[in-house]
T-cell receptor
Framework: NAGVTQTPKFQVLKTGQSMTLQCAQDMNHEYMSWYRQDPGMGLRLIHYSVGAGITDQGEVPNGYNVSRSTTEDFPLRLLSAAPSQTSVYFC????????????FGSGTRLTVV | EDQVTQSPEALRLQEGESSSLNCSYTVSGLRGLFWYRQDPGKGPEFLFTLYSAGEEKEKERLKATLTKKESFLHITAPKPEDSATYLCAVQGGTASKLTFGTGTRLQVTL
């Protein structure tokens, strides 16, 4: 089925470990974004991309890296995990961005101990 | 800086009891205001986009309206399956960014 696929669904990391959260979409969407969702704070933008080879920082980029080598994939890398990065991470994509509803993945629940 | 405030934080309704959720916003150049539904353990599901003051959109028991400062999500004769968290977001000067509110958690009981 068409949509946004995120893997893994759950992950536990130790402080200082690195990992990559995967995101793939099969809708040929240009715009892709990563958000984190924390209780009482709403969804906050980490990084976004408006096309292959183009990325930019969002509201809370520190500690995260992204790259966009293809239209379909937009991985999020945690360089050295910290307990403050415990959160639920959502990837989203949109056809053009302006005024179009973003399609969200089902999320990755990350715990850093 | 774009800001979105949603109220109430939580709302409990009986089946059939209509109500409204509020989304107040400040944004530099509104490109779109979005409503999403989020079920526990899942990602947000797109409901509506509103572009300009006076616009209204409907979907089943839900109706979204927009003014220059706020949006309302009206729920008419809700059913238990309408229970979810409803999120409001705005898209301002940068088309690739959404600013979200913290949501209203709706519970509809029999």
């Amino acid at each position: 089925n068409a949509g946004v696929t995120q893997t893994p669904k759950f992950q536990v990391l130790k402080t200082g470990q690195s990992m990559t959260l995967q995101c793939a979409q099969d809708m040929n969407h240009e715009y892709m974004s990563w958000y984190r969702q924390d209780p009482g704070m709403g969804l906050r933008l980490i990084h976004y991309s408006v096309g292959a080879g183009i990325t930019d920082q969002g509201e809370v980029p520190n500690g995260y890296n992204v790259s966009r080598s293809t239209t379909e994939d937009f991985p999020l890398r945690l360089l050295s995990a910290a307990p403050s990065q415990t959160s639920v991470y959502f990837c989203a994509s949109s056809l053009q961005g302006e005024g179009y509803g973003y399609t969200f993945g089902s999320g990755t629940r990350l715990t850093v101990v | 800086e774009d800001q979105v405030t949603q109220s109430p934080e939580a709302l409990r309704l009986q089946e059939g009891e209509s109500s409204s959720l509020n989304c107040s916003y400040t944004v530099s150049g509104l490109r779109g205001l979005f409503w999403y539904r989020q079920d526990p353990g899942k990602g947000p599901e797109f409901l509506f986009t509103l572009y300009s003051a006076g616009e209204e959109k409907e979907k089943e028991r839900l109706k979204a309206t927009l003014t220059k400062k706020e949006s309302f999500l009206h729920i008419t004769a809700p059913k238990p399956e309408d229970s979810a968290t409803y999120l409001c977001a705005v898209q301002g000067g940068t088309a690739s960014k959404l600013t979200f509110g913290t949501g209203t958690r709706l519970q509809v009981t029999l």
